[in-house]
């Protein structure tokens, strides 16, 4: 057990429709970084926040926003959903940024009809 | 051509064999990531290392800066060791560049 967790661990939507995924820290963390594993494009790094900040940001998607929230916990918001957004995704969290090892979540899984 | 190539895609191997799973780049990066990823989905970083070498237990990761290689070797391979083996370079502070992953099965 990481100390990371996410929610939900599966979810199943239509397309156009709008998802919340949410991600819990370990304790300590102020770093989350968010991912997204598909078949056809493998890992992709998405956000970082650090300490309610956005601080790095990677091939996301402008339908797709985060954010970190005061008690660091943070959300991913996926919008105008496509069947190609169907993934897992990921979030890890670290002490402070990208020079310490990353502890990743369970993943949630979503599936878009 | 990927920015991150990673080699072999498979690999099976008997248990106590060594192991070793090739990463290269195409250009400069700040430092290389090793995760491993297991047969139910979840991700541990094995590694991060910019220059040189480290070791924890059966696991070892070099990196070559001017070869623009890195090799994550598993000496006396067990079947836990059986996952997907993923390397990622990181370009300047905002760019993480997955390889495409080593599937490895180890048998007893």
């Known amino acids: 057990d990481s100390g990371v967790t996410q929610t939900p661990k599966h979810l199943i939507t239509a397309t156009g429709q709008r998802v919340t995924l949410r991600c819990s820290p370990r304790s300590g963390d102020l770093s989350v970084y968010w991912y997204q594993q598909s078949l056809d494009q493998g890992l992709q790094f998405l956000i970082q926040y650090y300490n309610g900040e956005e601080r790095a940001k990677g091939n996301i998607l402008e339908r797709f926003s985060a954010q970190q929230f005061p008690d660091l916990h943070s959300e991913l918001n996926l919008s105008s959903l496509e069947l190609g957004d169907s993934a897992l995704y990921f979030c890890?969290?670290?002490?402070?940024?990208?020079?310490?090892?990353?502890?990743f979540g369970p993943g949630t899984r979503l599936l878009v009809l | 051509k990927n920015e991150v190539e990673q080699s072999p895609q498979n690999l099976t191997a008997q248990e106590g064999e060594f192991i070793t799973i090739n990463c290269s780049y195409s250009?400069?990066?700040?430092?290389l990531h090793w995760l491993q990823q297991h047969p139910g989905g979840g991700i541990v970083s094995l590694f991060m290392l910019s220059s040189g070498k480290k070791k924890h237990g059966r696991l070892i990761a070099t990196i070559n800066i001017q070869e623009k290689h890195s090799s994550l070797h598993i000496t006396a391979s067990h079947p836990r060791d059986s996952a997907v083996y993923i390397c990622?370079?990181?370009?300047?502070?905002?760019?993480?560049?997955f390889g495409t992953g080593t599937r490895l099965q180890v048998f007893p």
């Open positions: 990622a370079g990181r370009y300047n502070t905002d760019k993480l560049i």
């Open positions: 250009v400069g990066i700040s430092a």
């Open positions: 890890a969290s670290s002490v402070r940024d990208w020079g310490e090892t990353q502890y």
